[in-house]
């Protein structure tokens, strides 16, 4: 029992708060995880009963399965729980579909998009594609800018876009000096934050208005669901909410249950994916075979002291520069690795390895590396097993690197 005597209350960990979160009974309906409510349809007992439910505010409200139902609604406000000073979040069936969502629920035609160089490629694609179409610039900014943003910030500047750290090459970036100089100049400030996860960054807490997930990844934590969310700051739930619904948005109840059941694992999940990782990068960064790790916790990486700033902790993506070579010595690293798949995605319990040539994609900054990079989802094997499996990795590219460089 509490009393007076005992102080403020202890807030709950987030351990405890990813089990307990948006279980309320009349969603669980008695039993521990919310069932899967399908539906289409709702019916009501009457007409007038039936006008009366289209006048009011539908949110929370069986009216129409675009709408959502007690599924969707579960996961959403477990979501927003994770994310002190948030209102409410929005469920779609990607997150890229959120992040469309969270663009056009404040910008219009004329208005100036400022984008992270180092953004999810998709994204920047929907910035020169979709975006671009619609009347809406693009100006592409280095992640290290810091309070430098501010000069970017022009008359018809209207959001900026964070990602951070990128997802190929990491740069953690200065939110809040971003975030500050966003709101000076009445700019929404979104952060696409599916690597470190609510978990890990407070993004609502740093100022962020539209807090955006790629719930594919950490939140499902399994490879087997495509699902994306949007949390958002009270000033900017409403907008967020009607562009939503005017873009037809729905995320399927079956994967919003598969997503609260990934999310009841995901504090121990991350915190073996963080451990191990760094334990992988670390020793990553003692082989001669390799120029530079790319992750945040490490010095080595660009916005490192950010990162020690800000951050709660990592998670398990990360990339390193190889010692040289060419992309078919880093093929021969890749192709015989035992325990890592090669695909895209990352988030679940299984390791991958991809090749990354992020240099491509840069255009407001040139990224320089000594040679190619290689991205790696640490998933939750046994990490020794996974240095064993990179050491011989390591010999295969050591060998077709130095035996292409002979003369
Ligand atoms: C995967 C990813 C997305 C997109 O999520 P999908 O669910 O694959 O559409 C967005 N941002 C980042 C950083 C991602 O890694």
Not at 62 to 74: A, D, E
Not at 95 to 113: K, N, R, T
Not at 244 to 265: F, I, K, N, Y
Not at 298 to 319: E, K, M, N, Q
Request: proline share 6%; hydrophobic share 45%.
């Amino acid at each position: 029992m509490s009393s007076d005597q005992d102080g403020p209350a202890r807030p709950i960990a987030d351990a405890t708060r990813v089990v307990s979160a948006g279980r309320r009974p009349e969603w669980t309906q008695g039993i521990v995880n919310p069932p899967v409510w399908r539906a289409s349809t709702h019916l009501y007992n009457s007409v007038a009963e039936l006008r009366t439910a289209g006048g009011r505010d539908t949110h929370h409200r069986l009216f129409y399965g675009r709408r959502g139902g007690p599924t969707q609604w579960s996961l959403a406000e477990a979501l927003t729980e994770l994310e002190p000073g948030a209102e409410a979040t929005f469920l779609y069936p990607s997150g890229v579909a959120a992040i469309a969502a969270a663009l056009l629920s404040v910008l219009s035609p004329g208005d100036e998009l400022l984008l992270v160089d180092s953004a999810y490629d998709p994204t920047r694609s929907m910035a020169t594609g979709l975006l671009k179409r619609f009347g809406i610039t693009t100006r592409f900014y280095d992640p290290l800018v810091g309070a430098g943003i501010a000069e970017l910030i022009g008359d018809k500047t209207r959001a900026i876009l964070m990602e951070s750290p990128g997802s190929l090459t990491f740069e953690v970036q200065d939110v809040p000096a971003i975030v500050a100089a966003a709101k000076a100049r009445g700019v929404t400030a979104l952060l696409d934050n599916t690597w470190a996860t609510p978990l890990h960054f407070r993004a609502i807490e740093h100022g962020v208005d539209l807090s955006i997930l790629a719930c594919t990844k950490y939140i499902v934590g399994h490879s087997d669901v495509m699902l994306g969310s949007v949390t958002a700051a009270p000033s900017h739930w409403r907008a967020l909410r009607e562009m939503s619904l005017q873009l037809g948005q729905v995320a399927s109840p079956d994967d919003a249950w598969l997503g609260a059941r990934g999310l009841r694992t995901m504090a121990v999940r991350l915190a073996q994916h963080q451990a191990s990782a760094l334990k992988i990068a670390r020793w990553l960064e003692t082989r001669p075979e390799v120029a530079r790790v790319l992750h945040p916790a490490l010095p080595t990486c660009p916005g490192h002291d950010l990162f020690a700033r800000d951050f709660i902790g990592a998670s398990g993506l990360f990339s390193f520069v190889l010692a040289g070579g060419d992309d078919a010595a880093r093929i021969a690293l890749i192709d015989g690795l035992d325990h890592f798949g090669i695909g895209f995605s990352w988030g679940g319990f299984e390791s991958l390895a991809l090749p990354v040539d992020p240099q491509r994609y840069r255009t407001a900054t040139t990224p320089r590396f000594d040679g190619p990079l290689v991205r790696l989802q640490i998933g939750l094997e046994d990490p020794d097993d996974l240095i064993a499996d990179l050491a011989r990795g390591l010999d295969r590219f050591a060998a077709a690197r130095d035996l292409s460089s002979r003369p």
